[in-house]
């Protein structure tokens, strides 16, 4: 059974912070990583990986993927209030681009 | 958003009635998902869908089955609604382009079961 786990499950920070978010994964067939963000809503899309260590960038954050040791990471530079969401991370394997949820870190950054 | 769209928005309905949730999509994507998300346990996969007529079980189907008669509509089918089946429902579709690949995800659809 695929198994995808997050860690912090949640974290609070303040404003300029850095934060790292984890990612572990066992999956069987694994095809790539996603990482979204929810807020009060449906998650949104950050970043699909599927190389190890090619890092993907978006502004402040950037994820990079470890096939080796089955994990990835998500870090966010110079947090500000609007990054508070839940972080979610995804693992899709080749059957159809079935994915495995972990349960999310919560982040909230404070002023 | 990929042209996502769930309905109904929200719902309430008493334990034992049948209930159906529908996901439409306008840009012709194949693939097709319907997930669960509570608390503590983050998105978990229903159902998915790899053509019309195609579909298969996620890790939480008991109590649930579903339909895709066109590309466009995938529906979700409670038959006999049970209290622990309130939750919110996203549905989401696969999109492929050049070797990267995301999914999107609906508004979802809100469900109390009484």
């Known amino acids: 059974e695929d198994k995808v786990v997050q860690s912090p499950l949640s974290l609070v920070v303040h404003e300029g912070d850095t934060v790292t978010l984890n990612c572990s994964y066992e999956v069987t067939n694994f095809r790539s990583l996603l990482w979204y963000k929810q807020e009060k809503k449906a998650p949104t899309f950050l970043f699909m990986l599927?190389?190890?260590?090619i890092e993907k960038k978006s502004g402040r954050l950037s994820s990079i993927l470890d096939k080796k040791e089955l994990f990835s990471i998500l870090n966010i530079t110079a947090t500000q209030t609007g990054d508070s969401a839940i972080y979610l991370c995804?693992?899709?394997?080749?059957?159809?681009?079935?994915?495995?949820f972990g349960d999310g870190t919560t982040l909230t950054v404070k002023p | 958003d990929a042209g996502i769209t769930q309905s109904p928005r929200h719902k309430v309905t008493e334990t034992g009635t049948p209930v159906t949730l529908r996901c439409h999509q306008t840009e012709n994507h194949r693939y097709m998902y319907w997930y669960r998300q509570d608390p503590g346990h983050g998105l978990r996969l229903i159902h998915y869908?790899?053509?019309?007529?195609?579909?298969d079980k996620g890790e939480v189907s008991d109590g649930y089955s579903v339909s895709r008669s066109k590309t466009e509509d995938f529906l979700l089918t409670l038959e006999s609604a049970t209290s622990s089946q309130t939750s919110v429902y996203f549905c989401?579709?696969?999109?492929?382009?050049?070797?990267?690949?995301?999914?999107?995800f609906g508004p979802g659809t809100r469900l109390l079961v009484l």
């Open positions: 995804a693992s899709v394997n080749t059957n159809a681009g079935k994915s495995t």
């Open positions: 869908s790899y053509g019309v007529k195609d579909t």
């Open positions: 989401a579709i696969s999109e492929r382009a050049g070797g990267d690949e995301t999914q999107y």
């Open positions: 599927t190389s190890s260590g």
